[in-house]
């Protein structure tokens, strides 16, 4: 069984640039999250999609940023512009039942990482 | 608010010696916990988790972890290291509430041969 797949692997682009990250979710999962992750901190939620509706986007840090969930599979997280504080590692995460489940088990994507110039 | 602190930034441990890895929490109901590890260029993979019941909980590739409810502590561990454990370890927690899983900063695990 595939895991969580996210594309591209890294992403380097300049302040007021756009750039898109991909996430494609394990099958049969209608949970996929979002979080980033800045240089030695903690790793943070952004936002919780139930196949295609935004469930939790309390993490968002601004209207920058736009995650979509198209059909429920997969998803994209676009910034934009670009600011050199969004530079990290954005993870993506999917698992079979909602945060109303908390004992579910997110199983992560190998992440993107995203740097700002 | 819930909260995950991992107190050591850096572990390092002699292969084949036993090796712990720190976590403690806060939360404002029933605990869930996880420990999740990331090797190099590789994304986070699931070791374990604690949602109740025995508080030993055994996982992937040899690891345990304890759940203390007094202290609030979570901790990772490992009767023999092995080199290849080298890698950076995340504590998480949620409550049974509809809150997201929060993270603690990482603690990097060295093993030396």
């Known amino acids: 069984e595939a895991g969580v797949t996210q594309f591209p692997s890294h992403s380097v682009i300049e302040k007021g640039q756009t750039v898109t990250l991909r996430c494609d979710p394990i099958?049969?999962?209608?949970?996929l999250y979002w979080y980033r992750r800045v240089m030695g901190k903690e790793i943070k939620f952004l936002l919780h999609?139930?196949?295609?509706?935004?469930?939790?986007e309390s993490g968002m840090p601004n209207n920058r940023f736009l995650a979509e969930r198209t059909g429920g599979t997969y998803s994209t997280l676009k910034v934009q512009p670009a600011e050199l504080e969004d530079s990290g590692v954005y993870f993506c995460?999917?698992?079979?039942?909602?945060?109303?489940?908390?004992?579910?088990?997110?199983?992560f994507g190998p992440g993107t990482r995203l740097t700002v110039l | 608010a819930q909260s995950v602190a991992q107190p050591e930034d850096q572990v390092n441990v002699a292969e084949g010696n036993p090796l712990t890895v720190k976590c403690t929490y806060s939360?404002?109901?029933?605990?869930?916990l996880f420990w999740y590890v990331q090797y190099p260029n590789r994304g986070l993979q699931f070791l374990l988790k604690?949602?109740?019941?025995?508080?030993l909980v055994k996982g992937s590739y040899g690891f345990e972890a304890e759940f203390n409810k007094s202290q609030t502590s979570f901790h990772l561990k490992k009767p023999s290291a092995l080199v290849s454990d080298s890698a950076l370890y995340f504590c998480?927690?949620?409550?049974?509430?509809?809150?997201?899983?929060?993270f603690g900063k990482g603690t990097r695990l060295s093993v030396i041969a």
């Open positions: 939360v404002s109901g029933n605990p869930y």
């Open positions: 995460a999917s698992s079979l039942r909602g945060l109303a489940a908390s004992t579910d088990t997110q199983y």
């Open positions: 099958s049969g999962h209608d949970n």
């Open positions: 604690y949602i109740t019941g025995d508080n």
């Open positions: 998480a927690v949620r409550d049974s509430g509809n809150t997201p899983l929060v």
């Open positions: 999609f139930v196949k295609e509706s935004k469930q939790d």
